[in-house]
């Protein structure tokens, strides 16, 4: 079945790809790793290397926090592949993923600021508040979501107020539980 999974992972289809990230939710994450790091490293296409990041919540290994941390950080990358490892990182996360979100809070990818903003607020990240509040006027929308604006002002809020969402927003459209 995960030899299965990944050739679904790396489909043509984008909608198969993310049925199969899915699906490694209901298995054990851990087994398929490597190949998820190689998908998120080398899948053909933009969305299959997304579907990669967005299967790594069900992942606990370090070597998917590096892989996820790589993505973010290339530039080159598509700004969905790096916002949904951005994404992801609110539960795949180490000391030196902070620091990664903080320096990469002003992207100039909307979805990459967007994602990190979450994560940040997630990880109750105190030191992001001052950049966050930068990107109080960031009104520019992320597809199928709101304005990064209103991101950085649902973050702030977790930040200081406590009060994190606690479910990523595709578990949240997906009705799965995290």
């Not at 290397?49 to 370090?62: E, W």
């Not at 520019?140 to 930040?159: L, Y």
């Amino acid at each position: 079945m995960p030899d299965t999974i990944i050739a679904q992972l790396n489909s043509a289809n984008r909608i198969d790809a993310f049925e199969a990230a899915k699906q490694v939710w209901d298995i054990d994450g851990n087994a398929v790793a490597k190949q998820l790091v190689e998908t998120l490293k080398r899948g053909r296409r933009a969305f299959n290397r997304a579907a990669a990041a967005y299967a790594m919540h069900a992942v606990s290994d370090i070597h998917v926090t590096i892989a996820l941390e790589r993505t973010v950080r290339n530039k080159s990358e598509y700004p969905d592949v790096r916002g949904q490892a951005a994404e992801t990182l609110a539960l795949r996360h180490r000391k030196a993923t902070h620091d990664l979100l903080l320096k990469t809070l002003l992207d100039p990818s909307k979805d990459v600021r967007f994602w990190c903003a979450y994560s940040l607020g997630q990880m109750r990240e105190k030191r992001a508040v001052p950049i966050l509040r930068l990107l109080l006027n960031d009104q520019r929308q992320v597809r199928g979501f709101h304005s990064v604006a209103k991101e950085a002002a649902d973050a702030i809020r977790e930040i200081e107020q406590g009060e994190p969402r606690r479910r990523c927003y595709y578990c949240a459209r997906s009705g799965r539980r995290q």
